[in-house]
């Protein structure tokens, strides 16, 4: 099968960095013109601009997820930039790592609305101009999170088992519009969410160890295969997915054998 999305229109949120930039320069490599959203409008705007180098229409939109008004503006964009909506990638998530015992009202609703009420919205908003049009592709990012607990993150957890459910569900509602609804559950990749300041390899460090130091070996005892994914194998899934009418309902693993039974 040869993966062609010429012609096509692609959104990714929270495509500023990390996962979603690589997604949306994949997609774009495959034929996408490309709709680059995020909380931060610079950072949206470079990746944007790199598309835009390669060769392919690209067009930077400031959205906050969390907000409906902010997501349907978001969909607008798109629509009056390009004409359509072809692929939804929903991207954007957040992470804190607390106990249950230490963690607030206030953290939960945080991840929460981010990594699970965001994609709710982006959904409902993205869904309108696919049924019109009689076919799309939505691909959710859910989380290896999705699928197994994880101890000091159970509200990230929750969050991504939730994006899991309600994938599953949107996708037996939307089954006969000839829209698709998919998750991608990436393992681990070290973007700012496991790598750097703040990430989970620092906060997650042995005493007197580095934060490389962390990262290895979290790298080596947690992944199967020993060596992290990266942005590009969440970029090609969703290029398949994109490009595959018949997958849907499905939550598909990228984690170097860490779900494994
Ligand atoms: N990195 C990993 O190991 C890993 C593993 C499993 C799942 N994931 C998931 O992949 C997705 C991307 O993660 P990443 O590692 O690239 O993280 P990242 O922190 O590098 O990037 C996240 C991006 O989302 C944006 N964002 C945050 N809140 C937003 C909001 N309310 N509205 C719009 N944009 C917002 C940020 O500005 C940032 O550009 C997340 O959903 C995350 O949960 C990541």
């Known amino acids: 099968m040869v993966f062609n999305l010429e012609g096509k229109t692609a959104l990714i949120t929270g495509a500023g960095?990390?996962?979603?930039?690589?997604?949306?320069k994949r997609l774009a490599e495959a034929g996408c013109d490309v709709a680059v959203a995020d909380l931060n409008p610079e950072k949206a705007e470079a990746v944007a601009a790199?598309?835009?180098?390669?060769?392919?229409?690209a067009l930077a939109i400031k959205a906050d997820?969390?907000?409906?008004?902010?997501?349907?503006?978001?969909?607008?964009?798109v629509i009056a930039e390009f004409g359509k909506l072809d692929i939804a990638v929903n991207n954007a998530g957040v992470?804190?790592?607390?106990?249950?015992?230490?963690?607030?009202?206030?953290?939960?609703?945080?991840?929460?609305?981010?990594?699970?009420?965001?994609v709710f919205l982006c959904c409902k908003a993205e869904q309108e101009p696919?049924?019109?049009?009689?076919?799309?592709?939505?691909?959710?990012?859910?989380?290896?999170a999705g699928k197994v607990g994880f101890p000091?993150?159970?509200?990230?957890t929750a969050s991504k088992f939730a994006v899991v459910g309600f994938t599953y569900a949107l996708a037996k509602e939307l089954q006969r519009t000839g829209i698709t609804v998919n998750a991608i559950c990436p393992g681990i990749i070290?973007?700012?969410?496991?790598?750097?300041?703040?990430?989970?390899?620092?906060?997650?460090?042995?005493?007197?160890?580095?934060?490389?130091?962390?990262?290895?070996?979290?790298?080596?005892?947690?992944?199967?295969?020993?060596?992290?994914?990266t942005p590009q194998d969440?970029?090609?899934?969703?290029?398949?997915?994109?490009?595959?009418?018949?997958?849907?309902?499905q939550a598909i693993n990228v984690d170097g054998g860490f779900t494994s039974a």
């Open 50 to 57: 790199a598309i835009r180098a390669g060769g392919r229409r």
């Open 17 to 24: 960095q990390g996962l979603g930039e690589g997604i949306a």
């Open 65 to 77: 997820i969390t907000q409906w008004d902010q997501v349907q503006q978001m969909v607008d964009s």
């Open 95 to 118: 992470i804190s790592i607390k106990s249950v015992a230490e963690l607030s009202p206030e953290d939960w609703d945080f991840v929460n609305n981010v990594n699970a009420k965001g």
């Open 190 to 229: 070290p973007t700012q969410m496991w790598y750097g300041p703040g990430g989970l390899a620092e906060r997650w460090k042995n005493p007197g160890e580095a934060m490389e130091e962390s990262w290895a070996r979290h790298q080596d005892t947690l992944i199967p295969q020993g060596e992290a994914q």
């Open 130 to 144: 696919m049924k019109q049009a009689g076919a799309g592709r939505i691909i959710n990012i859910a989380s290896i």
């Open 234 to 249: 969440m970029g090609d899934l969703a290029v398949y997915l994109a490009a595959s009418p018949h997958v849907t309902a």
């Open 152 to 156: 000091d993150l159970a509200h990230y």
